[in-house]
């Protein structure tokens, strides 16, 4: 029977409030954009790593002996994916691609071990799942988890903070930097917490007070719990807000890294001439500048101020007119030039001429003629 009590009814309230913005970003929100994704892992992380300890204090774990051992001890991967979440605020070049998901290796290597446990506990009596954990090295392997928890909690705390400083946004007074400066902060203490609470416990005993316990008047264990609940209700709430504010305000401060990506656009425009095949499209022109079409077409629209399809009709047009100019329609019809500079329909064709010359092709052709005959 489930017993609602404070540390639970805490907890209970922190997961509602971190499943309901979860909702309410595949609600509202593009979530397959990779901040969102990042952003709902960090959520789940957090919101599950609590899990255990509401199955503990409400008593369920009692009823249901499948819940022990359950592999949710998640806190290992809050770092990791917080660096990547914040490299992809502030970074719209960013992708999740295989050098940012080797960050993950090593807290997705103890998981499996806790699932094996896990799975392996199912078939065993609740008498004897004590001593084949035990000889399955489960202690050994808590204690390496701990270990390197707290060497992941200072390093990708550093790497962050430094992400932040390259991007010369460290001390802006934005509220959404200054909600990521505390957010890993308070996360890092939380981990420090945690980590404090297992070392006490296994010197005094998972199951006894220690004399910090006493000293303080309070399990720091249960403490640590209900901090951990807090935190993902603001972290939940504030991410979410946060949100509109990022969506608008959003930029990429190193400038010269924007002028190299254009640099490289119009070169490889210029040089590989891609726009003449007909099936050219932004996402096979982001494969070959190893980007993404999101970014390609950010950096068109905003830096460019046009839209794709303009951006290569125009280079298409110049084409055909570089064409005409060399004297290709006296083997060509006009329909064949435009087809071998990349349009796929006499329509699309006309229409583009037109836009960018506001002339027809047959007035430059003749245009060009009556140059001609002048010189």
């Known amino acids: 029977m489930m017993n609602l009590n404070l540390t639970s009814t805490l907890i209970l309230i922190g997961l509602f409030q971190s499943a309901t913005m979860i909702f309410l970003i595949f609600r509202n929100r593009n979530w397959k954009l990779i901040q969102n994704k990042l952003l709902i892992s960090l959520l789940l992380v957090i919101g599950l790593s609590l899990l255990p300890t509401f199955f503990g204090k409400s008593g369920l774990i009692f009823d249901y002996s499948y819940l022990q051992f359950i592999p949710l001890r998640l806190v290992i991967f809050v770092f990791p994916i917080l660096y990547l979440y914040l490299k992809s605020l502030f970074n719209f070049t960013f992708r999740f691609n295989r050098k940012n998901s080797l960050h993950l290796i090593i807290p997705m290597s103890f998981w499996l071990y806790y699932i094996f446990i896990w799975i392996g506990t199912l078939s065993i009596p609740v008498e004897g799942k004590g001593n084949w954990i035990l000889g399955m090295g489960y202690f050994q392997v808590n204690f390496a988890h701990n270990i390197v928890l707290l060497f992941m909690a200072c390093s990708y705390s550093f ?69 951990n609940a807090i935190l993902l209700y603001i972290i939940s709430l504030m ?93 060509l019809t006009l329909e064949s030039i435009a087809k071998d500079s990349g349009f796929k329909s006499k329509t699309t064709f006309y229409r583009a001429f037109y836009k960018f010359n506001t002339q027809t092709p047959k007035e430059y052709i003749a245009q060009l003629e009556n140059e001609k005959k002048v010189s």
């Not at 930097?177 to 890092?188: G, M, N, S």
């Not at 720091?220 to 719990?225: G, H």
């Not at 190893?290 to 839209?307: A, G, I, M, Y």
């Open 159 to 227: 790497l962050s903070f430094q992400e932040l400083r390259e991007k010369k946004i460290l001390n802006s007074k934005q509220k959404q930097v200054q909600w990521i400066k505390y957010l890993l902060i308070f996360l890092f203490v939380g981990v420090m917490f945690e980590l404090i609470s297992a070392l006490l416990g296994k010197i005094y005993g998972y199951w006894k007070s220690s004399p910090l316990d006493i000293w303080l008047g309070f399990s720091l264990t249960m403490f640590v719990k209900i901090y």
């Open 239 to 331: 991410g979410y807000l946060a949100y509109s504010t990022f969506k608008k305000n959003r930029k990429v401060v190193d400038k010269d890294f924007i002028e190299r990506k254009l640099q490289n656009i119009l070169r490889t425009m210029r040089t590989e001439k891609p726009y003449l095949n007909s099936d050219f499209s932004l996402a096979t022109f982001a494969r070959q500048l190893e980007t993404n079409p999101s970014t390609l077409s950010n950096l068109l629209n905003n830096h460019l101020n046009t839209t794709f399809n303009d951006f290569t009709n125009k280079y298409r047009i110049e084409e055909v007119k570089d064409r005409l100019k060399t004297g290709a329609l006296h083997n």
